[in-house]
């Protein structure tokens, strides 16, 4: 079984920024691509963030150039740095896995964070 686990959610005045990191534990073999899923009130969960294993990434329009996502993949961890928070940031954030949980295993598997919540004051 894989979990991951998010921190640094919050509250934050608009300007602002924070720093979320999530880490995958378990039975991990390899990790493929990592990312940042976010879901505000109403409306559908979107994508925010990815990182490929080797660095690539790939950012929402709306986010880019505020937003700066990065991995260790030394600690299985992914992080999401956000600058000049907007009110419209405001959402619960999930991070999302590909993760090979053995040698054995033929493919690998989508796995998701509990959320974390961030809330940006205007």
């Known amino acids: 079984q894989v979990q991951l686990v998010e921190s640094g959610g919050g509250l934050v005045q608009t300007g602002g920024s924070l720093r979320l990191s999530c880490t995958a534990s378990?039975?991990?073999?390899?990790?493929?691509?990592m990312g940042w899923y976010r879901q505000a009130p109403g409306k559908e969960r979107e994508l925010v963030a990815t990182?490929?294993?080797?660095?690539?990434?790939n950012y929402a329009d709306s986010v880019k150039g505020r937003f700066t996502i990065s991995r260790d993949n030394t600690k299985n961890t992914v992080y999401l740095q956000m600058s000049s928070l907007k009110f419209e940031d405001t959402a619960v954030y999930y991070c999302?896995?590909?993760?090979?949980?053995?040698?054995?295993?033929?493919?690998?598997?989508?796995?998701w964070g509990q959320g974390t919540q961030v809330t940006v004051s205007s």
């Open positions: 999302n896995a590909y993760v090979r949980p053995s040698a054995h295993a033929g493919r690998f598997y989508n796995y």
């Open positions: 990182i490929t294993n080797d660095g690539r990434t």
């Open positions: 378990g039975s991990i073999f390899s990790i493929n691509d």
